[in-house]
């Protein structure tokens, strides 16, 4: 069971501060307020008047790491270039999640497009501050114990800004740079993990800068909510002692997905394959993970990390008919998955399978809230989201 704390005065006024400057202002004009209690009767297939918007929600959940939750806020969304009919629409999704155990997770993702496309900026922003737990490193080690107990919790706070800037250089093909700040501090660290080698090295502080390079090719018709397309990635991010950075070490991200349209409109084959590996003494809290909202869903989050990970899932997404045959802004995905994790390229060890189904809801359009439920070996959890998950 994890343990119930009071948020701290830091915690209040962080949750504060982002909640008060994701709310736009009365003064705005051009906005098109989107109730999810009132959905428009249009379907997703009507053109896309170009206009600014911003929806509201609010929406209970649980993942495994925090328990029961409420989540809340907002996704925006703009065309910026108003006489550029194929310009993607760039979007803002902005949550803040408080649960019964204390934990508070804020979350912030930017995806932008200017100039026909030719220039993408994006961007995450993250902070939690929560009761979490530590198996140490290795698959073995996330097995024993199987629930989270004395010897694996301890108090994490960790905030993370990673913008990336893309050029695009020949058709769907772009390169630039990708910035990564991130801090981890742990504490009430109990007598396990203090004892741990991966922790002893690294310490219970650990703050790190990173400047890297970013290869796409991005072929997708919406980012946000692929139908058809093939988008693949290179990120190689180099962390140093510059701008104050503790660690010196590499990570390399290569993820490949592609989506394919069955039939009609709304009707999805998406399939992902990532791998993600560091190199030299990566710190224990940016070891690769298996097992997030965004991947493996219904692990806990945490408890599987190693230098190496490989996964792959296959997700069918489609989008519900109405009797006027235009598409309902309702459907549903479900979805098979799995991975495993080495230590080097060379090794690796253990199967983590995984497997879920979930609901979606069009709340602008082609930009969808989530709600996902996934099983994995002997763990599951409920998710809530903007956006697809891959």
């Given at each position: ?9 830091t915690t ?7 909640l008060?400057?994701a709310?736009?202002?009365a ?23 170009g206009?600014?918007r911003w ?15 409420i ?7 703009d ?39 030719r ?12 009761p ?8 073995d080690?996330?097995l024993h114990?199987?629930s ?23 058709k769907?093909l ?12 742990a ?16 310490g ?27 988008y ?5 991010t ?8 503790d660690?010196?070490?590499?990570v390399?991200l290569?993820?490949y997905?592609q ?28 070891l ?8 493996l ?42 991975g ?6 060379q ?44």
């Open positions: 069971m994890h343990r119930v704390r009071r948020l701290g005065p209040v006024v962080v949750v504060a501060s982002l008060a400057r709310v736009p202002t003064a705005q004009e051009t906005v098109a307020v989107d109730s999810v209690l009132h959905p428009a009767k249009d379907s997703v297939t009507k053109p896309d008047d206009r600014f929806t509201p929600l609010l929406a209970p959940g649980y993942t495994p790491e925090m328990g029961f939750l989540a809340g806020g907002f996704l925006f969304s065309k910026l270039g108003k006489n550029s009919p194929n310009l993607q629409r760039s979007t803002l999704s902005s949550t803040v999640s408080i649960s019964t155990t204390g934990a508070v997770n804020v979350s912030n993702t930017l995806t932008t497009f200017f100039l026909e496309n220039l993408r900026i994006n961007a995450n922003i993250s902070y939690k501050d929560m979490d737990n530590y198996w140490g490193v290795g698959y080690a996330g114990p199987n989270p107990d004395s010897t694996t919790e301890y108090d994490r706070i960790w905030w993370q800004v990673q913008p990336r800037v893309l050029w695009g250089i020949k769907n772009y390169v630039g740079a990708s910035f990564d700040f991130n801090r981890t501090i504490n009430n660290v109990n007598p396990v993990m203090a004892a741990d080698p991966a922790f002893v090295r690294d219970h502080d650990n703050y790190n800068t990173g400047l890297g390079l970013a290869i796409q090719y991005d072929s997708r018709d919406v980012a946000v909510n692929a139908w058809r397309g093939l693949i990635a290179l990120y190689t180099f962390y140093g002692t510059f701008l104050g950075g660690n010196k070490y590499q390399y290569l993820d997905r989506y394919k349209q069955l039939g009609r409109p709304g009707r999805t084959l998406a399939w992902q394959v990532k791998t993600r590996w560091g190199a030299n003494d990566v710190p224990w809290p940016e690769s993970l298996l097992g997030t909202g965004y991947d869903r219904g692990y806990r989050e945490g408890r599987f990390r190693e230098l190496q990970t490989l996964l792959a899932i296959v997700e069918f997404r489609q989008m519900f008919m109405r009797s006027n045959g235009k598409l309902s802004r309702h459907g549903f995905v479900a979805w098979l998955g799995g495993t994790m080495g230590g080097s390229r090794t690796f060890e253990g199967f983590l399978p995984n497997g879920g189904v979930g609901y979606r809801f069009e709340l602008q359009p082609r930009s969808n809230v989530r709600v996902d439920f996934g099983v994995g070996r002997e763990s599951n959890g409920v998710y809530f989201n903007f956006t697809e998950a891959f």
